[in-house]
């Protein structure tokens, strides 16, 4: 029993520890488990999150590399700390930090007139998450579904990663222009800016790098009603006649989008029928 509440107990001084180093408010928590002269343990925990935020803003630069370049470093450094005391990782592993960011932007008050940024930060997280995600098949699970079962019993999932990010802004042309070179690459962002288009990003993983391309209406429709989890007849209700199934699924089964054809649930009945 004593080993039992002595394991409890340093459980949960781990566990404050933690609190502590992520967050400045929570130097109190500390208290009952320091003894004697806390001056070093104070001076250690000041250091230990200095090297912390130091590693977070690098954490969070290399999953956001558009919104760091568009921030500048220092911007930028000053977001990721702010994220990192109002948002701290809930994980050992900093590669999982950082989804709050686009939610945290859009609250900003300081990055109103940047009303892209929150959606350019969520392609730059959709594009991180699928470099991070495991493989997905060759073919799809269940493709031969297709040529048997009724479309408005069939679902299609795609493989780990692979989303669209839908936005009232040019985010694929911002998102592209800035891995590439030349004098003048903003150009086609300021024409993008100026005719108030609207891009939807579709991200997958080609090989082991992330790609992102621009959907047209047709396609985004589709992929959208996917996502929500319709029915592939729902899906192509959504689309439209100018959307072209079997030139979408050539490329895909090429490119490796889909994970699985799944026989969905039968829908369920109306009370009295």
Same mark, same amino acid.
């Given at each position: !029993?004593?080993?039992?509440?002595?394991?409890?107990?340093?459980?949960?001084?781990?566990? &404050?520890?933690?609190?502590?180093?992520?967050?400045?408010?929570?130097?109190?928590?500390?208290?009952?488990?320091? &003894?004697?002269?806390?001056?070093?343990?104070?001076?250690?925990?000041?250091?230990?999150?200095?090297? /912390?935020?130091?590693?977070?803003?690098?954490?969070?630069?290399?999953?956001?590399?558009?919104?760091?370049?568009?921030?500048?470093?220092?911007?930028?450094?000053?977001?990721?700390?702010?994220?990192?005391? %109002?948002?701290?990782?809930? %994980? *050992?592993? +900093?590669?999982?930090?950082?989804?709050?960011?686009?939610?945290?932007?859009?609250?900003?008050?300081?990055?109103?007139?940047?009303?892209?940024?929150?959606?350019?930060?969520?392609?730059?997280?959709?594009?991180?998450?699928?470099?991070?995600?495991?493989?997905?098949? /060759?073919?799809? @699970?269940?493709?031969?579904?297709?040529?048997?079962?009724?479309?408005?019993?069939?679902?299609?999932?795609?493989?780990?990663?692979? !989303?669209?990010?839908?936005? %009232?802004?040019?985010?694929?042309?911002?998102?592209?222009?800035?891995?590439?070179?030349?004098?003048?690459?903003?150009?086609?962002?300021?024409?993008?800016?100026?005719? *108030?288009?609207?891009?939807?990003?579709?991200?997958?993983?080609?090989?082991?790098?992330?790609?992102?391309?621009? +959907?047209?209406?047709?396609?985004?429709?589709?992929?959208?009603?996917?996502?929500?989890?319709?029915?592939?007849?729902?899906?192509? @209700? @959504?689309?439209?006649?100018?959307?072209?199934?079997?030139?979408?699924?050539?490329?895909?089964?090429?490119? %490796?989008?889909? /994970?699985?054809?799944?026989?969905?649930?039968?829908?369920?009945?109306?009370?009295? &029928?």
């Amino acid at each position: !029993m004593i080993a039992r509440q002595d394991t409890e107990r340093e459980a949960e001084r781990q566990r &404050q520890l933690l609190r502590t180093l992520w967050r400045r408010d929570a130097d109190d928590a500390l208290t009952p488990w320091m &003894q004697g002269d806390t001056a070093p343990v104070q001076r250690g925990l000041g250091a230990y999150r200095g090297n /912390a935020a130091a590693i977070a803003e690098r954490a969070l630069g290399a999953a956001f590399p558009t919104v760091r370049e568009l921030l500048g470093a220092e911007s930028f450094e000053s977001l990721s700390r702010a994220l990192w005391h %109002r948002h701290p990782p809930e %994980r *050992g592993d +900093l590669a999982h930090w950082g989804e709050a960011l686009a939610g945290f932007i859009e609250s900003d008050a300081q990055l109103a007139g940047e009303a892209y940024l929150a959606d350019l930060a969520r392609l730059d997280w959709a594009v991180h998450r699928i470099e991070h995600a495991a493989d997905g098949p /060759a073919l799809p @699970d269940g493709l031969a579904l297709l040529a048997e079962a009724d479309p408005a019993r069939l679902g299609l999932a795609f493989r780990d990663g692979a !989303m669209c990010v839908p936005s %009232r802004w040019p985010i694929v042309s911002i998102w592209q222009v800035h891995r590439r070179e030349g004098d003048d690459r903003f150009a086609s962002v300021r024409a993008a800016f100026a005719a *108030g288009r609207a891009e939807c990003a579709w991200v997958w993983r080609d090989g082991w790098r992330a790609a992102v391309s621009a +959907l047209d209406a047709p396609d985004a429709k589709f992929v959208a009603a996917l996502q929500r989890g319709e029915s592939l007849a729902s899906a192509l @209700d @959504d689309a439209g006649a100018a959307f072209h199934f079997e030139a979408w699924l050539r490329e895909a089964v090429t490119h %490796r989008w889909l /994970a699985a054809v799944r026989s969905l649930p039968d829908a369920p009945t109306e009370a009295g &029928q």
